[in-house]
């Protein structure tokens, strides 16, 4: 807690040291630039560049690819190692028993809390008529807690694309008739 307050401290010197360094030589372009035509291209390049760093910015919000072209190139080999994450709540193996969290042998297709023998979550038993595709694993898995408020799977979440895709083609394999991916 200590080192991390520092490094916050820390993180804010060096970024507040390092603004004023990139003002001061900003302004020295701008300012002492000898002729006038290179004062107005100073600032322009500036301009452009901030503008360029707020669409870099918002670039992640937007996902780059569907879920099924994600899916398209996914490797359920890389999924398996990922799989190493669940694993210490969940068994995946055929007839496998239910662990701190269900057996999640034939997941993709099957309702959402209804695995014999678990005892789940008000709020994931409420959903039971509803089958786990593709789209609500990604979702989940990404965020159980924002996805399914009051569920009791204690686990943060999923964050790279490329991790859960993988994740979900291994979770495909979990089947003895694999559901096919969604379209790209
Ligand atoms: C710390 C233990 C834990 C970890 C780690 C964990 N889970 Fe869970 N998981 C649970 C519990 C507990 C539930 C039951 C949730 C409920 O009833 O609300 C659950 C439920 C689920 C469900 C719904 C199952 C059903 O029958 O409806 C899926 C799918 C799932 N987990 C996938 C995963 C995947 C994939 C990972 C790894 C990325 C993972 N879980 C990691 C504990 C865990």
């Known amino acids: 807690m200590d080192s991390f307050e520092f490094n916050k401290i820390a993180g804010a010197v060096l970024g507040t040291a390092l603004l004023v360094f990139g003002l001061n030589e900003l302004s020295k372009i701008i300012y002492h630039a000898p002729e006038p035509e290179k004062q107005g ?3 322009e390049v500036a301009e452009a560049a901030a503008t360029g760093e707020a669409a870099a910015d918002a670039a992640p919000a937007a996902p780059a690819e569907s879920l099924g072209t994600m899916l398209a190139s996914a490797d359920a080999t890389k ?4 799989f190493k994450a669940c694993a210490a709540c969940h068994d995946g193996s055929k007839g496998g028993p239910n662990k ?7 997941i993709v297709g099957r309702n959402h ?3 014999e023998g678990f005892a789940y979550s008000d709020a994931m038993a409420a959903l039971k008529d509803k089958p786990w595709d593709y789209e609500a694993l990604n979702t989940f898995i990404a965020n159980p807690k924002g996805a399914i408020k009051g569920t009791k799977m204690g686990y943060g979440g999923l964050k790279k694309d490329a991790d859960r895709a993988n994740l ?5 394999t979990l089947s003895d008739s ?3 991916f969604p379209a790209p």
Do not use: D, T
């Open 41 to 43: 291209f100073a600032v």
């Open 79 to 82: 999924g398996q190692a990922v």
């Open 100 to 106: 701190v969290g269900p057996n999640l042998w034939g």
């Open 113 to 115: 809390g209804v695995h």
């Open 168 to 172: 979900l083609a291994y979770l495909q």
């Open 178 to 180: 694999p559901v096919p």
